[in-house]
């Protein structure tokens, strides 16, 4: 759902264009700006000598905030072209969903003009609601851009069950999302967060019961190097199901359980917005007051090649 842009750092040297782009980047919107090169916002500062002192000032103001909106990149980097070749030869080994630049003098593809910015581009239309049929592949390529850029990950349904084959499944793909990123950026937790229901048979079972279920069916298909850790929360205060990272999150209208071929075959996923996506992020920590926590001691360590 999330679109990465290799954005020329030369465009927000203009107060209005800035003004513009700001509103339109950010994990919540749908739009990331790639952090190419690595040095991009440096870049950026650089571009601002020519700017009225007032003007600069908001530029940067801005530009503090606008780094929340960053991807990282891997990325080769020829100090002998400019920005835009360098974006363009970029583009053709790694897409980006589009270059934006302040000219394209070579009629280059995938290159959209500040003055064609506007919401009917296809390129430059954000997508914050998807419908899905709850496959595995679905659910999973809904999230894979946050999967592969973040490194705090939380996987959160009040009723997912270890041994059951349909939460099973989707969650393989979406661990196989996170064990294809790049080596070098990475991953500080990943965590399934589930209920803990006592006066449910299945929810409800003792603590060793459900360690040695997780161990038992989650630890097969778990990729090897990765570590995942359960935690149970109280069910009475449970509900939604989420993705969340520190950058952003996912919404689950249905859940994180593929159909099953069931009646409930399709699914609505939204992009959290900042201000909800901010206070989930903040119930679901271990130091959260808002919710029981039942115990979180359980890490399990992949096996699967």
């Known amino acids: 759902m999330h679109k990465e842009y290799a954005l020329q750092p030369d465009l927000l040297s203009d107060w209005q264009v800035f003004r513009?782009?700001?509103?339109?980047?950010?994990?919540?919107?749908?739009?990331?700006?790639?952090?190419?090169?690595?040095?991009?916002?440096?870049?950026?500062?650089?571009?601002?000598?020519?700017?009225?002192?007032?003007?600069?000032a908001r530029i940067i103001e801005g530009l503090n905030k606008l780094k929340s909106a960053l991807c990282p990149r891997e990325h080769e980097w020829d100090r002998n072209k400019n920005w835009l070749d360098n974006a363009i030869a970029e583009h053709a080994k790694q897409p980006f969903y589009a270059i934006l630049a302040k000219e394209n003098p070579n009629t280059a593809a995938g290159v959209i003009l500040e003055s064609d910015l506007y919401e009917e581009?296809?390129?430059?239309?954000?997508?914050?609601?998807?419908?899905?049929?709850?496959?595995?592949?679905?659910?999973?390529?809904?999230?894979?851009?946050?999967?592969?850029?973040?490194?705090?990950?939380?996987?959160?349904?009040?009723?997912?069950?270890?041994?059951?084959?349909?939460?099973?499944?989707?969650?393989?793909?979406?661990l196989q999302q996170i064990a294809s990123r790049r080596p070098s950026l990475g991953i500080e937790r990943i965590e399934i967060h589930t209920g803990y229901d006592e006066d449910s048979s299945v929810r409800g079972v003792s603590k060793d019961i459900f360690d040695s279920r997780c161990l038992e069916h989650l630890r097969p298909i778990i990729p090897r190097g990765l570590t995942v850790r359960l935690i149970r929360w109280h069910q009475i205060d449970l509900h939604n199901r989420f993705i969340l990272t520190e950058n952003g999150g996912l919404i689950f209208a249905t859940g994180l359980d593929d159909h099953n071929n069931s009646s409930s075959k399709y699914d609505i996923v939204n992009l959290l917005a900042r201000e909800p996506y901010q206070r989930t992020w903040d119930e679901y920590q271990l130091d959260s007051q808002s919710f029981s926590l039942i115990e979180n001691d359980l890490l399990i360590e992949g096996s699967a090649t």
């Open 121 to 174: 581009e296809p390129r430059w239309q954000a997508e914050t609601q998807r419908h899905i049929e709850r496959t595995p592949e679905e659910i999973a390529n809904c999230a894979a851009f946050l999967l592969r850029n973040s490194k705090e990950i939380l996987f959160i349904d009040p009723y997912f069950h270890p041994s059951v084959e349909r939460f099973k499944r989707p969650l393989k793909a979406l």
């Open 20 to 56: 513009y782009l700001y509103d339109k980047f950010g994990y919540d919107r749908g739009r990331v700006i790639s952090r190419y090169p690595s040095n991009w916002t440096r870049m950026v500062y650089d571009s601002l000598g020519n700017c009225m002192p007032i003007e600069k």
